[in-house]
């Protein structure tokens, strides 16, 4: 062995004891020589050399570079000069591309749910924008209520009243005396007495319709000359009667007080029941429905919601025989004076 092969068999064994440790080491600690790191899937490796091996085709069989290896085995000084038994550290990349994979997996999923929360935080938003949207609706009706209101409100309160726009109805119950006359010509005097109920309704300043219910009993006798001389003829009769009134009435509105005059005209139903004496001699019993008309005049007295009135009132009851005109009609038609109290009741 010649001098010069001793040293480098020297050499390289001093290379061994010195690197190889520092090697482990570093592997141990993920690092590298010459400030190398592993990467994310790396794993350092060592190779044993076989006799036969040399440095390109350990490279290539590794997929690496005799470069590379060169550089993460710096105790190789020459990179044509190996020896069996010795080992060499590479890097296996096998796992690098697991690795990429995982973490473009992990990118994807972090970017679904990051996706997933902006489509959800604009959901949120998009429900809390609609509920806002009908809860200023709402609140912009309520406001122009309430502005409405309190526009009519203000109207109200700088309007002055008008009379002609509150005219209530009232109902009154009159008391009436039938008064004594010449009826049709005739000697005859009834007299009698009853009691009514008037609804009135107010359609505006100057006129009203008055709804007239009436009760009364009547008491009369007749004078009549026939050939066998002189006969007298006594009746008395119970009776109903309906008169729809319309009038020209003074109107006096719920904030007024005052005198109410009044006249009107309207069509009369009248349903009797009469009891007829002739001559003291004979009687019978009439039921007599009788149509005529009717007129009225007077004037109440209104205070408040209470009124107070007199009236007086003409009916006349068209005859529908000669006979029913001589004896029995008169105690219907003629004048009847009555006075009236009543109330009158606000919208």
Not at 83 to 92: E, H, V
Not at 249 to 266: A, C, K, M, T, W
Not at 321 to 333: F, G, P
Request: hydrophobic fraction near 35%.
């Amino acid at each position: 062995m010649t001098k010069r092969l001793k040293k480098n068999i020297l050499l390289i064994v001093v290379c061994l004891i010195s690197f190889y440790p520092g090697l482990i080491l570093a592997q141990q600690n993920g690092q590298l020589p010459g400030g190398m790191q592993l990467q994310e899937g790396e794993e350092a490796v060592w190779y044993t050399i076989k006799k036969g091996d040399y440095l390109k085709g350990i490279a290539d069989m590794y997929g690496t570079t005799y470069q590379e290896l060169h550089k993460i085995n710096p105790y190789i000084k020459n990179v044509n000069l190996i020896y069996p038994g010795n080992k060499i550290l590479f890097i296996d990349r096998k796992g690098v591309e697991k690795a990429r994979r995982a973490r473009e997996a992990a990118a994807l999923d972090a970017e679904r749910k990051r996706l997933a929360e902006e489509r959800r935080l604009a959901e949120e938003r998009a429900r809390l924008d609609k509920e806002k949207a009908a809860e200023e609706r709402r609140l912009a009706e309520e406001r122009r209520r309430l502005e409405e209101e309190r526009r009519r409100m203000e109207e109200a309160r700088n309007k002055p009243v008008s009379i002609e726009e509150e005219y209530p109805m009232y109902i009154a119950f009159r008391g009436f005396a039938k008064l004594p006359g010449d009826i049709n010509a005739m000697d005859v005097a009834p007299f009698g007495y009853g009691g009514g109920f008037d609804w009135n309704i107010q359609i505006n300043k100057w006129f009203a319709f008055m709804f007239s219910l009436d009760g009364s009993y009547l008491y009369g006798n007749n004078h009549t000359v026939t050939d066998k001389g002189q006969s007298l003829t006594e009746a008395e009769s119970i009776g109903f009667a309906v008169k729809p009134y319309f009038l020209l009435q003074r109107n006096i509105s719920l904030q007024d007080s005052g005198i109410q005059p009044y006249i009107g005209v309207g069509p009369s139903y009248t349903l009797s029941v009469q009891n007829v004496i002739e001559s003291q001699t004979s009687n019978c019993n009439l039921i007599k429905n009788h149509m005529g008309v009717s007129a009225v005049t007077g004037f109440n007295y209104v205070y408040k919601d209470f009124l107070f009135g007199i009236n007086l009132e003409y009916n006349y009851v068209l005859p529908l025989s000669r006979d029913e005109q001589a004896i029995h009609t008169d105690l219907s038609s003629g004048f009847t004076a009555g006075i009236r109290l009543g109330y009158r009741f606000k919208e």
